[in-house]
């Protein structure tokens, strides 16, 4: 062990933090989970993460890649492994003026991306939290506040440059080691730490965004009005129902449908919002022309000793109606967990199924539910929300994975079908064939 830590210390060149040290306590922890890992090492370069790759593979270590550390279930640290913190491999670059190709460090998180590309009025189809990382939301997914127009986040991708577990870097495009550009599109980090991405942006102005809110008394008529409407809504509007919040009244909540429309001009805006103020009992409205790097939030810090249970799954057409008749039937008792449907459909919609690992390209809806509090109540809670997830079952498919609190076989199989599985395995036995990489929504080299 001691030549191997030699080694790692005479070729990194960047911050190694070890238990003791005066920056260990904030770099063992992750937003939302702690841990104590042997070492804790911030890159500066490529070669650093090759140096840090080879190290764990080396020492024999279990490794964590942490990018914003939002991961619900904590895959951004561990206990007594390396954790590879890549926040200094944060540069955003614009490589391409002509064609909007942005170079990513894949440290770098998405307010970091938006305030950058502000100036040039570009913006890239992301998620809606400014501190979540650039690398963890596009391995998986990217749903945001443009992915009617726009897509994914990660369908905006056109090369990864990706440190594989034999410490070797590979360049993934569509041309360049094709399956892995089509594996590190949804199947996560599976298959090698990815410090920079390049994505085609796109030309953006302002954008009218704000919550719109109902009585809790008209959950039912709102939310299936909602999710009609948004089948032939303009692709210029996305938008996100919240209710049951217990932190706003739990089933006195207002149901808030929160909307995005992707242009300034206030006739358009206009015209494809109305329609969802017509609902119901408007009881606040506060819509407004903003910056598109405005309306991305801050991300949450959990409080000490505040555990989440987060699930999702999606919802296709033909189910819409009877999945939201159960979530609003159980958004009007005292237990319900706070929900929250997005609406997906439109450009998501039109990539082929198997164009990417992320599978689920014609839901209509994806849904999330959340417990909070202390473990205890966290626990006390599991029964009833399992019976939730049980009338559920029948109606929903899918998860998506970057609203998952835990990594169960059962949450991979959600996740990914068994032929994009099946797929996803043949890429991991070429590029990791002993799972070094495995602190994920695991795809096992078999």
């Known amino acids: 062990m001691s030549s191997v830590l030699d080694t790692l210390r005479r070729d990194f060149g960047g911050d190694i933090i070890e238990p003791g040290g005066a920056e260990y306590e904030s770099a063992s922890r992750s937003v939302l989970a702690s841990g104590s890992p042997a070492y804790v090492l911030r890159p500066e370069s490529v070669g650093d993460v090759q140096a840090g790759v080879r190290f764990a593979a080396a020492a024999g270590l279990s490794l964590s890649v942490r990018g914003g550390g939002h991961g619900f279930p904590g895959f951004g640290t561990n206990d007594g492994g390396v954790v590879i913190d890549l926040s200094k491999l944060a540069d955003v670059q614009i490589v391409d003026k002509e064609r909007h190709v942005v170079r990513i460090g894949g440290g770098a998180t998405w307010g970091q991306v938006a305030a950058a590309l502000a100036p040039h009025d570009l913006a890239i189809s992301s998620g809606d939290t400014k501190s979540v990382g650039v690398g963890g939301l596009t391995l998986t997914g990217g749903i945001g506040w443009k992915i009617r127009k726009y897509g994914l986040a990660l369908d905006s ?58 009585p809790a008394s008209e959950a039912a008529s709102v939310l299936q009005g909602w999710a009609d409407y948004l089948r032939t809504a303009p692709e210029e509007l996305t938008s996100v129902a919240n209710f049951a919040n217990p932190f706003a009244g739990g089933p006195e909540a207002p149901v808030e449908i929160y909307v995005a429309f992707d242009g300034a001009d206030p006739d358009l805006a206009a015209r494809a919002i109305d329609p969802i103020r017509r609902l119901g009992t408007v009881i606040d409205d506060d819509v407004a022309l903003k910056p598109y790097a405005d309306i991305l939030v801050d991300g949450m810090a959990l409080p000490p000793g505040i555990q989440l249970e987060t699930r999702s799954a999606y919802v296709g057409r033909e189910s819409v109606r009877e999945v939201l008749q159960i979530l609003t039937e159980v958004g009007a008792s005292q237990r319900s967990p706070l929900i929250s449907v997005r609406s997906v459909g439109g450009a998501v919609s039109r990539v082929p199924e198997d164009a990417t690992a992320y599978a689920h390209r014609q839901a209509e809806l994806m849904f999330v539910t959340t417990i909070a509090g202390p473990k205890p109540v966290v626990e006390a809670a599991l029964p009833a929300l399992e019976a939730i997830w049980e009338r559920l079952a029948p109606h929903v498919n899918g998860a998506y994975a970057n609203f998952l609190s835990s990594a169960t076989e059962e949450d991979v199989k959600a996740i990914y079908p068994t032929q994009t599985y099946e797929r996803l395995a043949a890429v991991k036995r070429q590029y990791d064939p002993g799972n070094l990489f495995a602190g994920n929504h695991n795809v096992r080299p078999h």
């Open 157 to 214: 991708v056109v090369l990864a440059e990706v440190v594989t577990a034999g410490g070797d870097v590979a360049h993934a495009t569509a041309e360049q080691n094709p399956e892995l550009f089509w594996a590190i599109r949804g199947g996560g980090g599976n298959f090698g730490i990815v410090t920079a991405f390049e994505f085609v942006a796109h030309p953006t102005t302002d954008v009218f965004y704000g919550r719109i809110a109902f």
